[in-house]
Structure formats: structure tokens, C-alpha cells
């Protein structure tokens, strides 16, 4: 299996701060690769596919990079809505997920 | 607008088979563009995928749970199932059905990343 680590596993920002999250792959995963948000007692919203291909809907302030092995997924400035947790997905050959990153207030 | 529903007993015990089935509306499960699958999150915990099929009844399974998983297909009702066999505690969790893109690699296409999903159904697993 391909592992995604995501780094890191919690972060407290304020209204306004740029936040980036990182994921890594355990192999190159090209840029197979997308993110999600999550709010509590919800399904997933799809951000951004094939690592920086905004899905449409998504705010521009979202942003994604990447290519091979790291990723990242930036919020250029953080709004109240945006506190909620983040995956990043591989879907090189067989799909796996991050285990989350935590977004908090500060 | 397209809409995922899942349905299936919330209660399963131990060494049972857990089956759910995953009612697509608003859209035809046999579009050429698209797989359907399943992913779960156990309580308080990340995400993990399952599997997926292609309305030809191509699956994909994640190696972990290859040998007890089963997705299958019903085209007439626009429905698509999941069972898992010999369950345990550890398969107690949320499950969500989706919708997948399709990704072209290597001479294949895969599933890729998930635009739709459902609500998600508690499974929870216990004597």
C-alpha cells in the first residue's frame, strides 16, 4: 500500500492566517492526489484534484501543489468556515488516505 | 442533482456479514464517466477506502479487506451493495457510498477522487 502522512496532525490559526498543510507519499504518486475538508457529523467535500485543479465551487483562497512524493494544500487566508479537518487522498493504483490534519482556532 | 443514500441494518453482530446497499437518485449509475464505492471512518478516526466498481462490474478492493469484501451492482435499481464478512469490533464505523472520477494511468483506467457522497450510516458492531 501507498502510506500518505500529513503534517501535521493539528493547527491553531486565526481568522486571516495563510495555513499550509502537508502530505507526504510513501512513493511517488505523480499527481494523483486530492484534498478534502470535513466538518464534524458531515461527509468530505472534494477541494482540489490532481493535486492543483480546483474543484469548481471551491473558493479561490484554496490552493494546491505538488508533484512525486509532497504535496501541499494552502488557505491563502483563513475564514471562520474553514476550521475543519483535511485529507489528502492517493489514487495511484490503489486509493489511501492521510490521516487528517485538524485545523482550530486559536 | 445527483444524491447518495445508504441503507442497511445499524446493528451487526460479531462473525456476521455486514451488507448495505448505496441508492443512487438524480443520476444513472451507468455512466460511462464514473465508479462507485464505498469508504468508512471508524469513530473519531481518518478515512479509509474500501472499494469500487464500474457498472460492468469491474471492482477494485483495498488489500487489507480483499478477502472479506464484496461490492457488486444492480443496474435496474440504480443501486449498488457492499457485504462484509466475519466482522469485528474494528469494522464498527461510519460508511459512506460514492460517486468516483475516473483517473487514466498506466493503460487503465482507476478510480480516482470522489465528488459525490452520502450522508453515511453508522455500523456499528456488537453482541
Known amino acids: 500500500d501507498i502510506r500518505m502522512t500529513q503534517s501535521p496532525s493539528t493547527l491553531s490559526a486565526s481568522v486571516g492566517d495563510r495555513v499550509t498543510i502537508t502530505c507526504r507519499a510513501s512513493?511517488?504518486?505523480?499527481?494523483?492526489l486530492a484534498w478534502y475538508q470535513q466538518k464534524p457529523g458531515k461527509a468530505p467535500k472534494l477541494l482540489i484534484y490532481?493535486?492543483?485543479i480546483l474543484e469548481s465551487g471551491v473558493p479561490s483562497r484554496f490552493s494546491g501543489s505538488g508533484s512525486g512524493t509532497e504535496f501541499t494544500l494552502t488557505i491563502s487566508s483563513l475564514q471562520p468556515d474553514d476550521f475543519a479537518t483535511y485529507y489528502c487522498?492517493?489514487?495511484?493504483?490503489?486509493?489511501?488516505f492521510g490521516q487528517g490534519t485538524k485545523v482550530e482556532i486559536k | 442533482q445527483l444524491r447518495l443514500q445508504e441503507s442497511g441494518p445499524g446493528l451487526v453482530k460479531p462473525s456476521e456479514t455486514l451488507s448495505l446497499t448505496c441508492t443512487v437518485s438524480?443520476?444513472?449509475?451507468?455512466?460511462?464517466?464514473?465508479?462507485w464505492g464505498w469508504i468508512r471512518q471508524p469513530p473519531e478516526k481518518g478515512l479509509e477506502w474500501i472499494g469500487s466498481?464500474?457498472?460492468?462490474?469491474?471492482?477494485h478492493y483495498t488489500p487489507s479487506l480483499e478477502s472479506r469484501v464484496t461490492i457488486s451492482v444492480d443496474t435496474s435499481k440504480n443501486q449498488f451493495s457492499l457485504r462484509l464478512s466475519s466482522v469485528t469490533a474494528a469494522d464498527t464505523a461510519v460508511y459512506y457510498c460514492?460517486?468516483?472520477?475516473?483517473?487514466?494511468?498506466?493503460?487503465?483506467?482507476?478510480?480516482?477522487?470522489?465528488?459525490?457522497w452520502g450522508q453515511g450510516t453508522l455500523v456499528t458492531v456488537s453482541s
Open positions: 460514492a460517486r468516483f472520477l475516473m483517473s487514466y494511468g498506466s493503460g487503465s483506467y482507476s478510480p480516482a477522487q470522489v465528488d459525490y
Open positions: 438524480g443520476g444513472s449509475i451507468t455512466s460511462s464517466s464514473y465508479y
Open positions: 466498481i464500474y457498472y460492468s462490474g469491474t471492482t
Open positions: 512513493q511517488s504518486i505523480s499527481s494523483w
Open positions: 490532481k493535486a492543483s
Open positions: 487522498q492517493q489514487y495511484s493504483g490503489y486509493s489511501t
